[in-house]
């Protein structure tokens, strides 16, 4: 909601996102549980939206999870792997060449007040609200969709072979 409220004001939309990502306690178990298609799908969401994402930033990555991050930071292509950033546990370093800290929350190092930050994004979406049971009328008839033998619900990826090299 908040991502469709910034994509209505053309200021947000010409800036570009920062996407913050808290992994502090995620176990890599966790991460190893996930199906391909899902690992797919968080993945895919730079193409989702119109907009530029400038930077992700992993924090607080523990342990195996630094490394198995940074494995998947070289998988995502070498453009998107530029933008993204991994800061290890109690290292906020990074986060602070790329965030003002006027406002990053005190919980990061910063300035500002989380709830402050909270209550202005409740009201936004608030006044919005409107607009968000309006939109919430429109989507797609799935039962419609042609399908294929080869679909995602068989093999958990969708797409085709059609550009694979074999040696």
Not at 3 to 25: E, N, P, R, S, T
Not at 125 to 152: L, Q
Request: glycine share 6%.
């Amino acid at each position: 909601m908040m991502i469709d409220i910034l994509l209505k004001d053309d200021d947000y939309l010409m800036m570009g996102q920062c996407v913050i990502f808290d992994v502090k306690g995620m176990r890599i178990s966790k991460l190893i549980e996930l199906p391909i298609k899902d690992i797919k799908a968080i993945l895919s969401f730079r193409f989702a939206y119109p907009e530029l994402v400038k930077r992700i930033i992993i924090l607080n990555a523990s342990g195996i999870m630094y490394p198995t991050l940074l494995t998947i930071k070289k998988l995502v292509g070498e453009k998107f792997g530029e933008r993204m950033c991994i800061c290890a546990e109690g290292h906020l370093e990074e986060l602070h060449r790329y965030v003002p800290l006027s406002i990053l929350p005190k919980e990061y190092g910063g300035e500002a007040c989380l709830k402050e930050q909270l209550d202005h994004w409740k009201q936004k979406m608030e006044d919005n609200r409107a607009w968000f049971v309006e939109d919430a009328v429109f989507g797609t008839d799935e039962s419609k969709r042609i399908r294929t033998e080869f679909d995602e619900d068989i093999f958990g990826v969708d797409g085709s072979f059609r550009r694979l090299a074999i040696d």
